[in-house]
């Protein structure tokens, strides 16, 4: 009987001594990581989520959609989940939320207009969702109708006055209508509310070079290469060609 206490206090002490080691080495990981976040500026894209942007934004590379491992992820989920979504709308045609995110799902799979379809039940049954009004501009964005996809991102302020993404949306808008005055209008406001978010400085520095304002190109595409590092050697090239 001794020795069989004596054994359960020798599995007890090692199992106390096991937790406690485990509990400091976690602490240490933890104090670690939070160190190292807190002493590097982030760009702070993915707050917003990436969704059809990469770190490098383009006017060719949004009007290019989402790429393909990802859409296809997305293709798979819409199949499993549609069937259900049009039950829902079915059986419940005055419920707002399944018609927004069926009209998501469209989007997904580059279904525009019976994405707007979607979304403008949606806005009908429930007007004042400024979540709506952003994805509809995004559709009507693809479609190239910038008019009403502008209407719908001004409409996302009007209801979220500080809303980063309409602001910086309205910008690519305004680049494809070939007015990229306007264009540095719309990434400023962008950057005001979030001066970490490295795209709308490179956006804004290329709406920058297009006017020939090469010094503040130069000073926005440097601002992007600090908050993102991946924007990396093609980026110093072309500021490289802009400071001769």
Do not use: W
Not at 41 to 70: A, E, F, K
Request: proline share 4%; with cysteine.
């Amino acid at each position: 009987m001794k020795n069989i206490l004596l054994l359960l206090l020798l599995l007890v002490s090692i199992i106390f001594f096991s937790c406690n080691k485990n509990a400091d080495n976690t602490k240490i990981n933890v104090d670690t990581a939070v160190s190292k976040k807190d002493s590097v500026r982030v760009d702070s894209t993915d707050i917003y989520g990436q969704g059809y942007y990469t770190y490098q934004d383009s006017l060719q590379s949004y009007h290019m959609g989402y790429n393909i491992p990802r859409d296809s992820m997305y293709k798979r989920r819409n199949i499993e989940i549609f069937e259900n979504l049009n039950l829902l709308i079915k059986k419940y045609p005055n419920n707002p939320g399944p018609y927004l995110d069926r009209g998501n799902h469209f989007q997904n799979i580059h279904k525009y207009e019976e994405a707007i379809q979607d979304y403008n039940k949606y806005i009908e049954l429930n007007p004042n969702n400024h979540s709506a009004y952003l994805n509809r501009g995004t559709a009507y964005e693809r479609l190239k109708k910038y008019d009403l996809a502008l209407a719908d991102y001004n409409k996302v302020i009007e209801l979220k006055p500080n809303d980063t993404i309409a602001y910086f949306n309205k910008g690519i808008v305004y680049e494809a209508m070939d007015n990229p005055q306007q264009a540095i209008v719309e990434y400023t406001k962008a950057i005001q509310i979030d001066p970490m978010l490295a795209k709308a400085y490179y956006n804004r520095g290329i709406a920058y070079e297009k006017i020939k304002d090469y010094k503040n190109a130069i000073a926005d595409f440097r601002k992007a290469l600090e908050l993102n590092p991946n924007y990396g050697e093609p980026l110093r090239n072309r500021i490289k060609q802009l400071e001769k």
